[in-house]
């Protein structure tokens, strides 16, 4: 089955500094990459997602990239503000919309982000 | 639409006592999936419906945990009986197809 792999577990950056998480997943087949944050004592919320028909995708601060030949995709936080503080999950699934034994996600095990004012 | 909801936001038992967490998914969402959460062991898939049918519960730590949906707008899991090591986050989230998943608050459980 998929495996997704997350790095760092923990990342600490002073506020205005850029952030990046990267993950690497084991199944070709995945085609569906989330990105949850997860605030302290709060439930996950998806921030931001890509498909594997693209490489890269933004939204303000936000940006993920997706290497399907190495099987890796990366979220990247600029100018990060203490309120980016918190886990963030990426997560991995195949057959998005076909539903059966496909369509769960696998997520990595977190990363800790602190934004030092 | 009020989310995804999840009841009670608390559980503190007693070990060997039986216990359930309640859902209601987003109303016309098709698939509702069951969460673990813990320190040690991040976030884990317990079960997943689609259309109430099980399809994988691979995830299932052992035959304490049960989880039925008998209706689209109703699910439940229930360890029975419970341990301390059974002490987590559970987390109840639902999407519409290949759409975005959405989580519920969660439950806390505590098993003295």
């Known amino acids: 089955g998929e495996n997704v792999e997350q790095h760092p577990s923990t990342l600490s950056v002073q506020e205005g500094d850029s952030a990046v998480i990267k993950c690497t997943y084991s199944?070709?087949?995945?085609?569906?990459f989330p990105w949850y944050k997860q605030e302290l004592g709060k439930r996950p919320q998806l921030i931001i997602d890509?498909?594997?028909?693209?490489g890269e995708k933004k939204d303000q601060r936000i940006a993920v990239t997706l290497n399907k030949t190495a099987k890796h995709f990366s979220l990247h936080i600029t100018e990060t503000q203490p309120e980016d503080s918190a886990v963030y999950f990426c997560?991995?699934?195949?057959?998005?919309?076909?539903?059966?034994?496909?369509?769960?996600?696998?997520f990595g095990k977190g990363t800790k982000l602190s934004v030092k004012p | 639409d009020a989310g995804v909801i999840q009841s009670p936001r608390h559980e503190v038992t007693e070990m060997g006592q039986e216990v359930t967490l309640r859902c209601k998914p987003i109303?016309?969402?098709?698939?509702l999936f069951w969460y673990r959460q813990t320190m040690m062991r991040g976030l884990e898939l317990l079960i997943y419906?689609?259309?109430?049918?099980?399809?994988?519960d691979s995830g299932m730590p052992e035959d304490r945990f049960s989880a039925k949906m008998p209706n689209a707008s109703f699910s439940t899991l229930k360890i029975q009986p419970s341990e301390p090591r059974d002490s987590a986050v559970y987390f109840c989230?639902?999407?519409?197809?290949?759409?975005?998943?959405?989580f519920g608050p969660g439950t806390r459980l505590t098993v003295l």
């Open positions: 199944d070709s087949a995945s085609n569906y």
């Open positions: 989230a639902s999407r519409l197809g290949g759409s975005e998943q959405f």
């Open positions: 109303s016309g969402h098709d698939y």
């Open positions: 890509i498909r594997s028909n693209v």
């Open positions: 997560a991995a699934s195949k057959g998005r919309g076909y539903g059966g034994s496909q369509g769960n996600l696998i």
């Open positions: 419906f689609n259309n109430n049918v099980p399809i994988d």
